[in-house]
């Protein structure tokens, strides 16, 4: 699917689509449970698909409604047999069941598209293999075995891999026969999706004891509400809020919470920064243009964040630097070097580094053709630049949107943008 962004500002009111974070920690929750539960989800996307796919693929049945899913928690007395997990793309999906799938005694086949086959396993599965489980990766194949019954113990996890790894045994140790522990070392990465995990466990009664390093979890069964709401998306939040600094009147998102932990409501304080002014009303946070300029950027709590907020420093003259971004490298695509060529193509200046980027940014930016690289965050960050653009901005591969924000052209659009293609909304 190609797609071509006319030149011109967005502006305009959006309602914010539901967390696929949120989403994802909930639905295993539900699935995990003793009860029934509505999980109120009004939009969905590949990756929150690839969890229902899997959770039902353990024994969970989950009945999709107008507005979420109907979740019937899976009956562990059904979950020894041999099961096939469809992941698609999704890497929270593989790192939260994977765990749950060893404490259930599951004998799992994950099945891995795109790039997730090659990105980091090794911390998680070295520890599931040390407590009883057998994995055997083959990258070739796409495909992850995992069977055996993992056993109560012991459990270390490095904090700057993965965030996902400490929030998937997080879930599975609860579901142990006997007292366990989980130390993270080193300097931890995205400790708000922790947060978030603990304060989905907390929701279905599960709670932690925590510990100098990590947290010590004794056996408890999952009991949470008969419904439960998904929040707004910070994430998928953050290109309308850089759109909202770039220029128009500006742009507000509905439906978002001010006090949530996911750690990509630092957007907020990053635009800030670089002199976009918002306004937080309620569950409404509006951007407007300001004075902009350059800044300094530690991505290390926010990498989800890096494509979009370089397209914002690419259309501000002077040199803005983005570090702590290595884990970029691993994701859908290679987020660093993808980014560059990007914001490259439409005209800046961008010098590519180990862990980040130095962007000398220029206004307005010429405009051109993109490639998004199969990845969702590089064909949003397209559109945030592009308008910024004197030209138009062709994006390939658009619908590499699907992944998380189906809807996201459409909602372009109704921004006021001027969107064309042959299948674009």
Known sequence: MTVTLLPGPAQGTLAAIPSKSAAHRLLICAALGDRPVRVVCPQTSQDIEATVRCLAGLGAS????????????????????????????????????LPVAGALGAQATFHLAGRLAQRPLGPLTEQLEAGGCTVDLRPQEN???????????????????????????????????????????GPRESVGYVNLTLRALAQFGVVPAPEESGWRMAPQPYH?????????????????????????????????????????????DVLAQMGA?????????????????PTQIDARDIPDLVPV?????????GTTT???????????????????????????????????????????LPGGTVDAAGDHRIAMAAAVAA????????????????????AFWRDLAALGKGVEGADAP
């Open 387 to 406: 308008v910024a653009c004197e030209a138009p901005v062709t994006i390939t591969g658009a619908q590499a949107v699907d992944k998380s924000y189906p």
């Open 62 to 97: 989950i009945r999709p409604w107008d507005q979420g899913y109907d979740v019937t928690p899976l009956d562990r007395a059904q979950t020894a047999g041999p099961c096939d997990l469809d992941c698609g793309e999704s890497g929270s999906t593989l790192r939260f069941l």
């Open 277 to 293: 002014r918002l306004h937080i009303t309620g569950d409404r946070v509006t951007a407007f243009r300001g004075p902009l300029r």
């Open 143 to 185: 495909r992850l075995t995992i069977q055996g019954q993992l056993q109560p113990g012991d459990y270390t996890l490095p904090g700057d891999v993965s965030s996902q790894f400490i929030s998937g045994m997080l879930f599975a140790l609860p579901l142990l026969e006997g007292e366990s522990t989980l130390t993270v070392t």
């Open 224 to 268: 949470g509400p008969s419904r439960v709401q998904v929040e707004g998306d910070w994430s998928n939040a953050a290109p309308w809020l850089c759109l909202g600094a770039l220029g128009g009147e500006s742009v507000t998102v509905k439906g978002m919470d001010p006090a949530s932990l996911q750690g990509d409501k630092a957007v907020c």
């Open 309 to 317: 907020l370089a397209a914002v420093a690419a259309a501000i003259p």
């Open 322 to 364: 983005i570090t702590g971004a290595a884990r970029l490298r691993l994701k859908e695509s290679d987020r660093l070097a993808t980014t560059a060529h990007t914001l490259r193509a439409l005209g800046a200046q961008v010098e590519e580094r180990e862990d980040g980027l130095v962007i000398q940014g220029r206004y307005p």
